[in-house]
């Protein structure tokens, strides 16, 4: 039986809750501050409607793996002062419609994509955070840099000036092995301090965006400061992750 607004909310609420809970424990257990933990709502299939409702729940931010898609939703929610974050691989011809409405990019491995999106912002007369993506995980199915690729194409980025660099982003192998899953992220935080290091002047590696609704705690253990939660807020999708992300099956 479908569930009418007032439910959906309270579902909603109570999920929410749950999760960030779970990150408070989470923190606690890593001996970290929860605030130092930011929660990005992932809402890829979630109806329009359905947003409404998770709006007036507290989401103000929202992730979307495809650029058509969070577009869509963008243009019909534009009465309503959502932060929008594109999680999902990016083509060059798709930069200008990222370029008119999201605050956030966080797919980043492309220095075309980069230069393409920078001059559509200087167009629109916008800038936005970015991340840079890393393939921890090595599966030839995933978009990212592979990790000895990093540094040398972070040293490219200080010339797009509507990119605010802000950290790195990664999906982590998609695993019931606990081990081999913190391995991703182990490889990211040690990126992300040779980064700190290394990084050209302007570019901040302050942010790890790391761990989805089946790995986050694991993923704030070794560090992550954004968590992507989708299922474990909205409850299971229609359709396999595979769908949506590479190599997930």
Not at 58 to 83: T, Y
Not at 208 to 221: H, P, T
Request: with cysteine; charged share 25%; net charge neutral.
């Amino acid at each position: 039986m479908e569930l009418n607004e007032e439910q959906q909310l309270n579902e909603i609420k109570t999920n929410l809750a749950t999760v960030k809970q779970r990150i408070i424990d989470a923190c606690k257990q890593a001996g970290r501050d929860p605030a130092s933990v930011r929660l990005l709502p992932v809402t890829k299939t979630v109806s329009p409607e359905r947003l409404r409702i998770a709006y007036a729940a507290g989401c103000i931010e929202m992730g979307e793996n495809k650029i058509q898609e969070a577009r869509e939703k963008s243009e019909v929610l534009q009465d309503l002062n959502i932060k929008w974050s594109i999680i999902g691989h990016l083509q060059t011809n798709k930069a200008k419609y990222l370029a008119r409405f999201a605050n956030e990019f966080q797919a980043l491995d492309s220095l075309k994509v980069a230069e393409e999106l920078d001059k559509r912002l200087q167009n629109e007369g916008r800038a936005i955070d970015v991340y840079v993506q890393v393939n921890s995980s090595g599966e030839v199915s995933k978009f990212g840099l592979p990790p000895e690729a990093v540094k040398d194409f972070v040293k490219q980025l200080p010339v797009f000036s509507s990119l605010r660099i802000k950290g790195l982003m990664t999906l982590a192998i998609f695993s019931s092995d606990h081990d081999r899953v913190r391995q991703c992220f182990i490889k990211m935080r040690e990126i992300q301090a040779i980064l700190r290091q290394e990084a050209p002047a302007g570019l901040s590696f302050e942010e790890l965006s790391m761990g989805m609704s089946g790995d986050y705690e694991l993923a704030i253990a070794e560090g992550a400061t954004v968590v992507r939660v989708g299922q474990a807020i909205f409850g299971k999708r229609p359709l396999p992750d595979s769908h949506y992300w590479p190599g997930l099956g």
